[in-house]
């Protein structure tokens, strides 16, 4: 139920003895107002602990300052650096941040969407391409500017602020290749509505042809970005024949759950199986040994995304989609096989 006993503007104003007109030209355009009569009203203001309405002076503006983000999942730290810098950076420019999590559903996605616009969200981050046209169309006859993060496509209508899934893993595989693998496994994530998983399997296929390994010699478990689902994927491809030399995963939580369950079953890594990441998350080089992955620059494309976003919702103009370069990072987790 409603406060009643909140403090009002026109409490704000009897308590100063100026209008309603001053009390809000103090608070939205203080270098306006004498400065005795300011003094007044602030000090009205902390007298009745005053909180500006930010519902209504949102309306008068028609924005509300707030920028709203969806990202896949809350449950591991794969978007939190991105996030971060993302927040800091709106921040900074005096925004606001609405996050959301869809569990990796396209419909719970679709639906936070609408529910941040309805909020009055002036900009939304979203992660990957992956959503239907309708959802489209909805941001763009609302005039609502949005950012596609965590992928990039060159000839996409969207804007883009990632980098190529496809090309990213394709060279760490060629990395794994041209070490003598010639079986290999992949632990990927679930790629159904997920154009990054999608095209990081994708990436893994290609560098298989390119090195004319038979399909007989690759297998790929998808499986939800969890350690223990990864350890289980693990114990599945080790039962494949050929048996793999080295697994790569789809992204380093996988990683770090397979070599946790290779441990268990008595195996070295890399001696005895190589397994690799992608992300490069902080857990990538805690774990022993240490993850060869691929280094995505998180911190750099949240901050470029917001970049973009407060230049859209600023001068309504499409942002071009701007390309970032991950980087292998080699650490103790592969080896050549049965080094």
Sequence with gaps: MPNHSLPTLEDVAREAQVSTATVSRSLNSPDNVAAKTLERVQAAVQKLGYSPNFGARALAAKRTNTIGAVIPTMENAIFARGLQAFQETIS?????????????????????????????????LLIGEDRSEEIYEFLKKRGIPYVLAWNYRPNSSHCFVGFDNRAAIKNLARKVLDLGHVTIGMIAGLTQENDRARDRVLGVREALAEYNIPGENFHVIETSYD?????????????????????????????????????????????????????????SSIIEPPLTTVHIPHRKMGKIAAECLLAMRKNQVLSKSIKLNPFIVERGSLSKPGE
């Design 92 to 124: 900074r420019n005096g925004s606001t941040l609405l996050v959301a999590s869809s569990s990796y559903l396209r419909e719970l996605e679709e639906e936070q969407i609408r529910n941040l616009v309805a909020r009055g969200a002036d900009a939304i």
């Design 227 to 283: 350690f223990t689902n990864a350890g289980d994927a693990l114990e599945l491809l080790l039962e494949k024949k050929p048996k793999p030399t080295a697994i790569i995963c789809g992204n380093d939580i996988l990683a770090v759950g397979a070599v946790k369950q290779a441990k268990a079953l008595g195996l070295r890594v890399p001696e005895d199986i190589s397994i690799t990441g992608f992300d490069d998350i902080e857990v």
